[in-house]
T-cell receptor, first 112, second 112 residues
């Protein structure tokens, strides 16, 4: 069964700390996206990772992709309260069919 | 104006009523999707459409139907709403070449 698992599911962290969210998947990936969702709001695309070893950074967030390990990470540096949200990874697979499957999501709460 | 527009944004209805949620897009994308999100949970795919004549069931299609009236319009219907269909519903679009999803603002449905 195809799975995309994120861990942790819930992360409470203090401002100024670093942490990593993991997205593990069980099939060959074509690309992987990270999304952010604020409570009750829509989802916003943060990063697209296209190939093995890809790294993207925006502000305090950095995403990477290891296709051999079937793992993507979202690293948070010196967290601030504004980063509190739910983060989802989205796996695109299946070649030209571009099938999609979301990760389970990680709820991040950054405490002052 | 938003590229992916959902109407209504909020709806309260009673058990047994027929409800239609509408989605329109100006992005020119060929693929459209309907997702459901329950509180504290991830996104589950209800239906998706790769073009006007290609409609497919997702993982939780029971109790729902869809209509792709044009490339830009994709409607979700609940023929006889029940309380456990209370949720936040998202429409999303993508271009077949990338798989990146662009979301509407969501439609919050409450079934009493």
């Amino acid at each position: 069964e195809l799975k995309v698992e994120q861990n942790p599911l819930f992360l409470s962290m203090q401002e100024g700390k670093n942490y990593t969210i993991y997205c593990n998947y069980s099939t060959t990936s074509d690309r992987l996206y990270w999304y952010r969702q604020d409570p009750g709001k829509s989802l916003e695309s943060l990063f697209v990772l296209l190939s093995n070893g890809a790294v993207k950074q925006e502000g305090r967030l950095m995403a990477s992709l290891d296709t051999k390990a079937r793992l993507s990470t979202l690293h948070i540096t010196a967290a601030v309260h504004d980063l509190s949200a739910t983060y989802f990874c989205l796996l695109v697979y299946g070649g030209a069919t571009n099938k999609l499957i979301f990760g389970t999501g990680t709820l991040l709460a950054v405490q002052p | 104006d938003a590229d992916v527009t959902q109407t209504p944004r909020n709806r309260i209805t009673k058990t047994g009523k027929r409800i239609m949620l509408e989605c329109s897009q100006t992005k020119g994308h060929d693929r459209m999707y309907w997702y459901r999100q329950d509180p504290g949970l991830g996104l589950r795919l209800i239906y998706y459409s790769f073009d006007v004549k290609d409609i497919n069931k997702g993982e939780i299609s029971d109790g729902y139907s869809v209509s792709r009236q044009a490339q830009a319009k994709f409607s979700l219907s609940l023929e006889s709403a029940i309380p456990n269909q209370t949720a936040l519903y998202f429409c999303a679009t993508s271009w077949r070449g990338t798989g990146e999803l662009f979301f509407g603002e969501g439609s919050r449905l409450t079934v009493l």
